[in-house]
C-alpha cells in the first residue's frame, strides 16, 4: 500500500474509532480470557487507533462488563461507548464516564445492529437520554440513517453529533453492486450536508472494508473500498471500523491492520481535499 506518514499529521484526516467487540466474539467461543479485548485496544492504540469503541449489548454476547471497566482502567485514547437507550445502560455509562456515547437501536435476535434509531418516534426519551449524558460529561452520538426526518429529530434531541449507519452503503460495494453503491453514496451525502447545515458533528461506520484480502468466492468490488468512499466525505470527522478492521488483523496483525486503515483514509481524504 501506498502509504506516507506525513500525510497521517493532517487535521483533514477522520479520526478512527477502531471496535474490539469482535476480539471479545473470538474470546466468548470458548468462555475463557483469551484473546483479551482489553489487550487488543492497546495494541489498537499502540498502531495509531484515535478512539476505543465497544458495544455493551443487553445479552452480553461479546463485551462484557468488566471488559468495560478494564478498558477503562487501560486507556488514556476517548473510548466510545456504544449502547441500547435502556435505563440499565444509561446507569451504566454514568458509572463508567466514558468521554463519547453512542445510543444505538438494539435487537435481541438481529446479528448486528440492522439500522438506526427512530429518534423522532421517540424524541422525549432521546432529549432525556442526552441530558442526562451530557450532565455525566459524555459526547452523545445518536447511530441513524442518513434520513432527513431522523437527522433533524437528532438535533432537537439535543445530541452533538450523528453517526450515520454505513451498512447499506457497505453491503452494496460488497456486491459490487455500482448503481446501488451510487445511489447510498447520494443518501449519505444528502444527509450529511444537512446534519451540517443544522450544526452537528457528522461520524460513520458500520460494514467498512478495504479492498485487501477480498474472499476469493462471491462477487469482487471493484473501485475505492467502502472505507475509502466514506473517508472521501469531508464532512466526516470520524469513522467506526470493527468486523472487517479484526478480521484483516487474523491476517496482518493489529498493528498493520490500523496502519492499512489509516493509509486509505487519509490518501482518500486527501484526493477528496485536493479535488475540491
Ligand atoms: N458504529 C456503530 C454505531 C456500530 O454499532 C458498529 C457495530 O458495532 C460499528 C460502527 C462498527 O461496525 P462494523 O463492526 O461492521 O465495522
Excluded at 16 to 30: E, F, K, Y
Excluded at 166 to 174: F, P, Q, R, S
Excluded at 214 to 239: F, H, K, N, W, Y
Aim: some cysteine; hydrophobic content about 45%.
Amino acid at each position: 500500500m501506498n502509504y506516507s506518514a506525513a500525510l497521517l499529521t493532517s487535521n483533514d484526516t477522520p479520526l478512527l474509532g477502531v471496535n474490539i467487540d469482535h476480539v471479545a466474539t473470538i474470546r466468548n467461543a470458548r468462555g475463557g480470557r483469551y484473546p483479551d479485548p482489553v489487550v487488543a485496544a492497546r495494541l489498537a492504540v499502540e498502531g495509531g487507533a484515535d478512539i476505543i469503541t465497544f458495544h455493551l449489548r443487553e445479552d452480553r454476547r461479546h463485551i462484557k462488563d468488566d471488559d468495560v471497566v478494564r478498558l477503562k482502567e487501560a486507556l488514556s485514547v476517548p473510548l466510545n461507548f456504544e449502547a441500547a437507550v435502556t435505563d440499565e445502560m444509561l446507569d451504566i455509562i454514568v458509572r463508567t464516564r466514558p468521554e463519547h456515547v453512542c445510543l444505538v437501536p438494539e435487537r435481541r435476535q438481529e446479528v448486528t445492529t440492522e439500522g438506526g434509531l427512530d429518534v423522532l418516534g421517540q424524541l422525549g426519551r432521546m432529549k432525556d437520554a442526552c441530558a442526562r449524558l451530557s450532565e455525566a460529561g459524555c459526547r452523545v452520538s445518536l447511530f441513524i440513517g442518513p434520513d432527513p426526518a431522523q437527522i433533524e429529530a437528532a438535533a432537537l434531541a439535543g445530541a452533538p453529533c450523528v453517526e450515520f449507519h454505513t451498512g447499506a452503503l457497505a453491503n452494496a460495494w460488497w456486491d459490487a453492486d455500482v448503481g446501488k453503491t451510487e445511489h447510498e453514496l447520494l443518501r449519505l451525502k444528502t444527509g450529511l450536508s444537512l446534519a451540517r447545515s443544522l450544526g452537528l458533528r457528522t461520524h460513520a461506520g458500520h460494514g467498512l472494508a478495504l479492498s485487501l484480502n477480498l474472499p476469493e468466492c462471491g462477487p469482487r468490488p471493484v473501485g475505492p473500498s467502502s472505507t475509502a468512499i466514506a473517508a472521501a466525505q469531508v464532512d466526516i470527522a470520524e469513522l467506526h471500523i470493527g468486523h472487517a478492521l479484526i478480521g484483516h488483523a487474523m491476517f496482518v496483525g493489529m498493528k498493520q491492520a490500523i496502519a492499512d486503515f489509516k493509509a486509505e483514509i487519509v490518501q482518500a481524504r486527501h484526493a477528496a481535499v485536493s479535488a475540491a
